[in-house]
């Protein structure tokens, strides 16, 4: 017996089906659900009418076949498509003279209303995807994509709010994704959090909560992204996908007085090998990129619980009296001499995303600082 599926569910499936059979492995539209309200469907477009089906599967089967046949008729993809009793899904072509290394991919940034997050976002909207700013911090993360959306576009960014530590949280980001969207192409999980302290500072809770965000919710984002993935995978067997988590330099060698970070971040490598492995067979490539230190942003910066802060606290820059000390300890650290950046990070995305011959591995971009 078949477990009934909310609406908004059910949806998603057929927002998925719409842009596999609406496009091609290099240009997928963005696909964009609302429920039927009783009201008209826009004006000045022709509506593709297709029936409901009892079940996800045969609706998934029906619109494929029905929209098939109409793009050999007129050459051409719907431009809105109404399911009978569900809602009215609209399409927005992808820019076929668009020369960006993202174009009509659709990513979900995690952590991304500030800091390396929020960075990143952008990076990936200047390069063509449609991100979502998925946040605890709801206005910053409507800020964020408003932000985008007059730089780039009305569908560069939409913002969702997200509780990483809650799994229908997670769920819930997902399927809002699809409906808006249309589908989950990339998935950047990049929410964390970090607490130093050493043994005798740290106490349970702390621990916990830091292992929670940085290692648990990261299982729980590829759980409930591969779903659709797998799902695309089904429909467009040609089609690639990325799961990127941003680990950490933490993540390759031992961090004093900074293990529940450091063991959150060596689990999630453990978790991106295991992922890989999996998740391959339905063309979802799973890697992890390992920053440097970035400096210049709140999780190091922040004047009241930065890491600069706790850093000078916790006594791990030896003979420092100041947070500029602190600082200049950290920076002579590494080689070149300078922290990493949002644009670093970017660039060894963008090259995961590209590369389909390559899944599983740990990418370090710490200016030398970690060699493997």
């Known amino acids: 017996m078949k477990t009934k599926i909310s609406d908004a569910v059910f949806a998603s499936f057929c927002a998925t089906a719409i842009r596999m ?42 619109l494929q076949q029905i929209i098939a046949t109409f793009r050999k008729k007129t050459g051409a993809i719907p431009a809105v498509v109404e399911v009978n009793g569900l809602g009215v899904f609209t399409l927005q072509p992808t820019d076929k003279t668009a020369g960006m290394r993202l174009r009509g991919k659709i990513a979900v940034v995690t952590g991304s209303a500030q800091g390396f997050g929020q960075g990143i976002a952008g990076l990936m909207a200047r390069e063509g995807a449609h991100v979502v700013v998925a946040d605890i911090q709801e206005a910053r993360a409507r800020a964020t994509a408003d932000k ?35 589908g989950l192409d990339v998935l950047v999980s990049n929410a964390g959090i970090l607490r130093a302290g050493g043994l005798d500072e740290m106490d349970i809770e702390t621990f916990e909560l830091v292992t929670k965000i940085n290692y648990s919710a990261y299982f729980l984002c590829v759980k409930h992204a591969s779903f659709y993935m797998k799902l695309q995978h089904r429909l467009n067997p040609e089609l690639f996908m990325d799961i990127i988590q941003i680990n950490s330099k ?45 400096f210049e942003g709140p999780l190091w910066s922040d004047p009241q619980n930065g890491l600069f802060v706790q850093y000078l606290k916790a006594g791990k820059a030896p003979e420092a009296k100041t947070i500029a000390d602190v600082k200049r300890f950290y920076e002579n650290k590494v080689p070149m001499k300078r922290g990493c950046t949002p644009e670093d990070v970017t660039k060894a995305i963008l090259y995961v995303i590209d590369q389909t011959y390559e899944t599983g591995q740990a990418i370090p971009v710490t200016g030398g600082q970690e060699m493997k």
């Open 250 to 294: 933490s993540g390759l060698s031992g961090s004093k007085k900074n293990f529940a970070y450091a063991g959150g971040k060596f689990g999630g490598i453990g978790l991106t090998q295991s992922f890989a492995l999996e998740l391959i067979e339905h063309n979802i490539k799973v890697n992890a990129v390992c920053p440097g230190n970035f």
């Open 148 to 182: 985008l959306c007059a730089e780039f576009g009305p569908w560069a960014a939409r913002a969702i709010c997200v509780d990483v530590t809650r799994e229908e949280s997670i769920k819930q980001l997902c399927i809002e994704t699809v409906l808006a969207f249309g």
């Open 21 to 62: 059979a609406s496009g091609n492995n290099e240009l997928l539209p963005v696909v964009w659900f609302r429920p039927t309200t009783g009201k008209k469907p826009i004006t000045g477009l022709e509506v593709l009418f297709v029936p409901r089906a009892p079940d996800s599967e045969k609706q998934c089967a029906l």
